[in-house]
């Protein structure tokens, strides 16, 4: 009987399964989302991450993985009004490395160029995520402890797990949103948590048709392990 099971799981379709996962992962795992304010659009919920940081007064660094035309960055720049702020925004330029269930890859190409922003505080880093660790390190050292949010918006498993990743090296808490909650970035989230033993505060979501939660604003506090002993 468990072998017939196996057999058959086996067989199911990976992206399927995967997909179906994510319900579960976020029933089990995030279910303090239920609990948590609920707002009427994602500006509303971007307010509250900003009131997370002090204000839109005070300097802040905001980080985000999935620029496409830059509309979320846009918000953010002209939010966030003090001259010492800094924004850096990470994108192929290119489109998605790999589709995203019906969206081919190459969905949200700009011809290769970032989005037009007169605002000397805001960079950009064209290419991978995953090619630009170094000089995003860099640019990360550089802001110093500036409060920090993060924005994850690049919809893939892969893409959103390595960016947790790399700025969990930053070992501080910081303020993440997340826009497109329900499916690859749920999954991320959960394993990203679980591998970096990682702590997800709840803080804010906004529902998708009342049923889902589409954006999600949480902090996050990397876990933190004293250095090894030398020798
Ligand atoms: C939904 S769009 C971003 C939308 C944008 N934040 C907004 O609010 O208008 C997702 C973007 O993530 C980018 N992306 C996904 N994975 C990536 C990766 N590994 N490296 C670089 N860019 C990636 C895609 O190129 C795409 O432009």
Redesign the pocket.
């Known amino acids: 009987m468990k072998d017939a099971l196996k057999h058959l799981l086996a067989r199911l379709p990976v992206e399927d399964v995967e997909r179906a996962l994510a319900y579960a992962v976020l029933r089990q795992s995030f279910g303090a989302l239920a609990r948590c304010p609920r707002h009427a659009s994602?500006e509303e919920l971007w307010e509250a991450a900003v009131g997370l940081l002090g204000g839109p007064g005070r300097p802040a660094l905001v980080v985000?993985?999935?620029?496409?035309?830059?509309?979320?960055?846009r918000?953010f720049a002209g939010r966030l009004s003090h001259p010492d702020a800094r924004f850096v925004?990470?994108?192929?330029?290119?489109?998605?490395?790999?589709a995203?269930g019906a969206m081919p890859a190459g969905?949200?190409?700009?011809d290769g160029r970032p989005p037009r922003l007169e605002d000397p505080r805001v960079r950009f880093l064209?290419?991978?995520?995953?090619?630009?660790d170094a000089r995003l390190s860099r640019l990360l050292e550089e802001a110093g402890d500036l409060p920090l949010l993060v924005?994850y918006?690049?919809?893939?498993y892969?893409?959103?797990l390595?960016?947790l990743a790399l700025v969990d090296r930053l070992r501080r808490p910081y303020v993440a949103v997340f826009?497109?909650f329900t499916g690859h970035e749920t999954r991320a989230l959960r394993n990203y948590a679980q591998g970096w033993r990682a702590d997800v505060d709840c803080r804010g979501c906004v529902m998708w048709r009342d049923r889902w939660p589409a954006q999600v604003l949480c902090t996050i506090t990397p876990s933190f392990r004293p250095a090894a002993p030398a020798g």
């Open positions: 994602r985000e993985f999935g620029v496409h035309e830059g509309a979320s960055l918000w925004g990470l994108d192929t330029f290119t489109g998605l490395p790999e995203w969905t949200f190409d700009t064209a290419g991978l995520f995953q090619d630009n924005h918006d690049a919809d893939l892969a893409s959103t390595f960016a826009d497109e």
